[in-house]
């Protein structure tokens, strides 16, 4: 067994557990702290992949600005506990028994059942490089120059159309 | 790399157990005498009134949509800023053209008042009365 | 080096690292009250110890031995999460700051910093996004009104100036071409600190790290007048000391950033052309380093006792309207420098 590997169980356990606990916890503020351990497991386990700015955007991004937002929208409805509205229905947690049944199979088929792509069996050293950010940047100015521009025009349609419906819903 | 990020987890982990260690050494050596009156919270020695979950201002909430979007904005500008000089003109135009974007999302909240915050607006009381009432004591 | 003594290396620096942290803090709050009290022409602390040096120590102790009251109407969970979050984003901050160049003792090659990542100064903007929630939840969690007005002004107010600050580092990061903060020290040789070449993004990240470590002028989350003492109005003890010294640490990672970034780090401008011997030159820079921060660190507490607190809507007109767009203007700035001068 070697560090990564070690390293890698860890984080992964972090991980699944604090995924479970998000949808155990009744009170919704201790299930949003476990959604944010788990984005700090996730983040761990890019760093493993050599993938850092995908790590580190994981924690600024959803860990850092979404969570927030979460959190403000739990603050201002005050949803003390959650109420158990679904549960008690039989058909429905025949359903949420079948489609995860379902997930599983397709993971399970994905881990055990097709061969490895190609992209991992390249040259080591270029491949523990793709993810630093000097090499994102390059490629986005590069060959993604078009998508880049376009997510910044997403970006401002989502402000726009936020900040409208924001405004509709509570006044 | 992967060590220099071990040196930091060895560190902040450090850093927990230290934290822990002197909550931990506090709990034990200090007293606990707890009473019903000490544990209410504090509303300027009155009894607290309601429910302490008071809904507040809607704005907080628009504050964070607004810093979330322009979070996704700083962290795009992030690879921008490593690779630019490599890039002349090109990657001059390509980070104005982003940031030009940035600005009209910046310039519509700006218009319609997203930036503003409430604020009461202050009329000065009217002083006409209680000048009478001061003459009338004083003579 | 093998990997016992890389091990043995790291492990010296982070008790080392630590200790500082924990020394520096204590010293810091006894001079803030000696500067306070310099400033307003009063005493100040002068009894426990040599001109009250002891002072701080003498409260820590006290606060170890108060009873902790949690209020029966909290979450007593994260009442007690909220300030382990506070101190734990405010300690692993450290970790990446070069206190100096590289430095050979004994033999061994050793960086004076914890960790040397190249993904530095965003690791230390990811974790700085993080300490909102110490405030949030210790806000939320007390089960008293002014703790959660506290609590939500003060995550509205660090999350508002904490876009102008990602923005005036992405200004250095135009420069430095590297996201490690020995590189970006590196980048500012000779008079080339960017605090010179760019002036606005300096303002624009000071005055955000005063709102982000929620100081005076910035001090809004516990503005006494109208919200008691905020969000930690319901804590008591160790706990509250954990808030009160995270306070503190921050605003010596905030004056240690601002040097790294701006100030030229540990560097003095042509100490090389002055012909000393490696040793004077190393601990020349490392004590230039701590130098610049106690500067810092003094503006910090002069400015404290100097102006007044903002108006909760001046605060956010002044993080959204002028240091947001200025952070912007800077980028520019220095983008058209980078294109005109080939810096």
Redesign the interface.
């Known amino acids: 067994m070697n560090l990564e590997l070690i390293l890698f169980i860890v984080l992964a356990l972090i991980a699944a557990v604090s995924a479970v606990m998000v949808i155990t916890q009744s009170h919704p503020v201790m299930s949003a702290i476990f959604l944010i351990l788990n984005f700090f497991a996730l983040a761990g386990l890019y760093l493993l992949l050599n993938a850092q700015f995908i790590a580190v955007v994981q924690v600024i991004v959803y860990a850092g600005a979404i969570m927030v937002l979460f959190l403000f929208v739990l603050m201002l409805l005050n949803t003390s506990s959650e109420f158990k509205v679904l549960t008690d229905k039989k058909f429905i947690k025949f359903f949420a028994l079948l489609i995860s049944a379902f997930v599983f199979v397709q993971l399970a088929y994905l881990i055990f059942f097709t061969k490895p792509s190609n992209a991992v069996k390249g040259n080591l050293n270029v491949s523990s490089q793709i993810g630093t950010i000097q090499n994102i940047g390059k490629e986005l100015y590069t060959n993604y120059i078009i998508p880049f521009e376009a997510a910044g025009f997403l970006l401002l349609a989502a402000t726009i159309g936020a900040l409208i419906l924001a405004k509709k819903k509570f006044e | 790399?992967?060590?220099?990020?071990?040196?930091?987890f060895?560190?902040?982990l450090?850093?927990?157990v230290?934290?822990?260690i002197?909550?931990f050494?506090?709990?034990l050596?200090?007293?606990?005498?707890?009473t019903?009156e000490?544990?209410?919270?504090?509303?300027c020695g009155e009894d607290?009134k309601g429910?302490?979950?008071?809904?507040?201002n809607?704005r907080?909430?628009?504050?964070?949509?607004?810093?979330?979007?322009?979070?996704?904005?700083?962290?795009?500008?992030?690879?921008?800023?490593?690779?630019?000089?490599?890039?002349?003109?090109?990657?001059?135009l390509?980070?104005?053209?982003?940031?030009l974007?940035?600005?009209?999302?910046?310039a519509?909240?700006?218009r319609?008042g997203?930036?503003?915050?409430?604020?009461p607006k202050i009329t000065p009381p009217e002083l006409k009365n209680t000048s009478n009432k001061t003459e009338k004591i004083n003579s | 080096m093998n990997i016992t003594e890389i091990i043995v290396v790291s492990l010296i620096k982070i008790v080392l690292v630590i200790v500082m942290i924990l020394v520096a803090v204590i010293f810091l709050v006894y001079f803030e009250r000696r500067i306070s009290a310099w400033i307003q022409y009063r005493i100040g602390p002068n009894r426990v110890g040599w001109k009250g040096i002891l002072q701080t120590t003498a409260d820590v102790m006290k606060l170890l031995l108060k009873e902790d009251i949690v209020p029966s109407a909290s979450n007593k969970t994260l009442h007690t999460l909220a300030p382990i979050i506070a101190l734990f984003v405010a300690f692993s901050t450290y970790a990446v700051i070069p206190f100096g160049p590289d430095v050979t003792i004994f033999g061994y090659q050793v960086k004076l910093m914890v960790a040397d990542v190249n993904i530095g100064v965003l690791y230390v903007l990811a974790l700085t996004s993080l300490g909102v929630y110490g405030i949030t939840f210790a806000g939320y969690s007390s089960g008293s009104k002014y703790s959660l007005l506290g609590g939500i002004r003060s995550s509205a107010q660090m999350i508002s100036y904490e876009v102008s600050m990602g923005f005036s580092v992405a200004g250095v990061l135009l420069l430095s071409e590297s996201l490690n903060p020995q590189k970006i020290v590196l980048a500012q040789s000779g008079w080339m600190w960017n605090a010179i070449l760019q002036p606005i993004g300096f303002i624009t990240f000071v005055v955000s790290a005063f709102a982000e470590t929620n100081r005076l002028p910035f001090d809004l989350p516990e503005a006494e007048p109208e919200l008691v003492g905020g969000y930690h109005t319901e804590y008591s003890s160790m706990k509250f000391a954990g808030f009160f010294l995270a306070e503190y640490a921050n605003m010596i990672i905030a004056s240690a950033m601002i040097t790294t970034l701006y100030l030229g780090g540990w560097q003095i401008p042509y100490i090389d052309k002055l012909g000393l011997g490696v040793t004077l030159t190393t601990l020349l820079q490392v004590g230039a380093f701590f130098l610049k921060v106690i500067f810092l660190l003094f503006f910090f507490i002069w400015v404290r006792w100097s102006i007044p607190r903002f108006r909760y809507d001046q605060l956010m007109s002044l993080g959204w309207k002028v240091m947001f767009p200025l952070s912007i203007i800077n980028i520019i700035w220095v983008a058209c420098l980078i294109m005109i001068f080939n810096l």
Do not use: C, N, Q
Not at chain 2, 114 to 119: G, I, N, P, T, V
């Open positions: 790399m992967l060590t220099e990020f071990g040196k930091i060895v560190f902040v450090l850093a927990v230290f934290v822990a002197v909550i050494f506090a709990k050596i200090r007293p606990s005498r707890i019903h000490k544990t209410k919270i504090y509303e607290a429910s302490p979950w008071v809904k507040f809607i907080f909430y628009v504050v964070a949509l607004i810093f979330l979007i322009f979070d996704v904005e700083v962290v795009l500008l992030f690879p921008w800023a490593l690779s630019y000089k490599e890039y002349g003109t090109y990657g001059f390509a980070g104005i053209i982003f940031l974007i940035l600005g009209l999302g910046m519509y909240e700006w319609k997203d930036l503003e915050w409430a604020r």
